[in-house]
Each structure stands twice: as C-alpha cells, then as structure tokens.
C-alpha cells in the first residue's frame, strides 16, 4: 500500500484541510457570484445601446443565475483532484482558476455582441476549460487529472447550457441534478478513510 506521507513532515490532508477547502470554495463563489451580478447590470445597459441583443441578453442573465454553483462544485472538484494526486494547490491558484470561472461571463458578453449566443457560448466554454486544464496540468502533471478537469468542466458548460434554454423546465432539471449531485457527494464520502492521519480516497 503506497504511503502518502513523509515521515519528516505533518499530514497535510486531514480533516481540518478538507473543511477549510470546503469553507473556502464556498465563500469565493459567493463572493464571484455577486460580483458576475455586476456583469449583468452591464449587459442591461449594453441592450438599452443597442449592442446587445434581448434574447441574448435573457440567455446571459439566466447563465449567470448558475454562477455561485458552477463556481462552487468546480473549486471542489479539483480541490479532490488534489486530494486523489497528492499534489499541492495553493490558495492563490484556487483564487485564479475561480476568476477564470468568474471571467466566462464578462467574455460570453463580449462576444455575444458579435455573434449569436450559442457559438459564443461554445467559444468561450473551450476557452475556459482549456485554460483552467493546462493550469491544472502544469500543477499536477498527470494527464488523467488533465482529462477529470475537462469532464468536470465540459459537463458543467452543457449542463447549464441545456438549463437556460430549457425555459420552464429548467427547475425541474436542475432539481434532479442537484439530488444526483448530493447522491454523488454522499458515495465519495463513503469513500474517504484515514491513514497515517491524512485522508484518502478509496
């Protein structure tokens, strides 16, 4: 059985490091999320100049109805990919990747002004993911943290693509989404143990 930690060092994943990263993420996307609002109050104006378009607008301003949870579950996902590799992020690249996620939004405005919103959408989803994954490639090096990155985000985009362009529906989907979510978190949770007073995934 591998041993994860170095006899000249302190455990670094334990129980206080995975409810501070937890903690963490949380309050960033709370943080990220109002301030995406501002993005939105700007569109309005952009539809009053004539440079944006109302339906597009409507389209952002549900996009960023999702950003506390997009940013959320992404920051704690790959605060797991951290946890599976054993390779250190620091709170500054966490803070980073967050602002990438939060920039998606002022980006999809921008170019929704020049082309219609589905392919902007699609352009600066391939702009997020791939940046946030190379960032998460020159941290951990594993090529199989790189591919998670890119499920993980990828399922993400689609995810809340198909949710505003599902109009009434989309509270049905989003509440089943988020019990398959929970379902998801309380499985992992089984999977968490102890050793050498670090935790594991098994």
Same mark, same amino acid.
């Given at each position: 059985?591998?041993?994860?930690?170095?006899?000249?060092?302190?455990?670094?994943?334990?129980?206080?490091?995975?409810?501070?990263?937890?903690?963490?993420? +949380?309050?960033?996307?709370?943080? +990220?999320?109002?301030?995406?609002?501002?993005?939105?109050?700007?569109?309005?104006?952009?539809?009053?100049?004539?440079?944006?378009?109302?339906?597009?607008?409507?389209?952002?301003?549900?996009?960023?109805?999702?950003?506390?949870? +997009?940013?959320?579950?992404?920051?704690?996902?790959?605060?797991?990919?951290?946890?599976?590799?054993?390779?250190?992020?620091?709170?500054?690249?966490?803070?980073?990747?967050?602002?990438?996620?939060?920039?998606?939004?002022?980006?999809?405005?921008?170019?929704?002004?020049?082309?219609?919103?589905?392919?902007?959408?699609?352009?600066?989803?391939?702009?997020?993911?791939?940046?946030?994954?190379?960032?998460?490639?020159?941290?951990?090096?594993?090529?199989?943290?790189?591919?998670?990155?890119?499920?993980?985000?990828?399922?993400?985009?689609?995810?809340?693509? +198909?949710?505003?362009?599902?109009?009434?529906?989309?509270?049905?989907?989003?509440?089943?989404?988020?019990?398959?979510?929970?379902?998801?978190?309380?499985?992992?949770?089984?999977?968490?143990?102890?050793?050498?007073?670090?935790?594991?995934?098994?």
């Amino acid at each position: 059985m591998e041993n994860y930690l170095n006899s000249d060092s302190k455990p670094r994943y334990t129980r206080s490091w995975l409810g501070l990263h937890c903690l963490f993420a +949380l309050i960033s996307a709370l943080f +990220l999320a109002c301030a995406a609002l501002f993005v939105e109050f700007y569109a309005s104006s952009r539809v009053e100049d004539g440079l944006l378009g109302d339906s597009s607008y409507r389209l952002l301003s549900d996009s960023v109805g999702y950003c506390f949870w +997009l940013i959320a579950i992404s920051t704690i996902s790959i605060m797991l990919i951290e946890l599976t590799f054993r390779k250190s992020i620091s709170y500054i690249q966490y803070t980073l990747t967050s602002f990438a996620l939060t920039l998606f939004y002022l980006l999809l405005l921008a170019m929704s002004e020049h082309l219609r919103f589905s392919f902007s959408y699609a352009i600066v989803s391939v702009m997020t993911i791939g940046l946030i994954s190379l960032f998460v490639k020159g941290i951990i090096q594993k090529g199989k943290a790189v591919a998670m990155t890119v499920a993980i985000l990828a399922t993400e985009y689609a995810v809340m693509f +198909l949710l505003i362009r599902m109009g009434s529906l989309a509270l049905l989907l989003g509440s089943l989404m988020l019990f398959a979510l929970i379902a998801c978190a309380m499985y992992l949770t089984l999977r968490l143990r102890m050793e050498n007073n670090e935790i594991v995934i098994k």
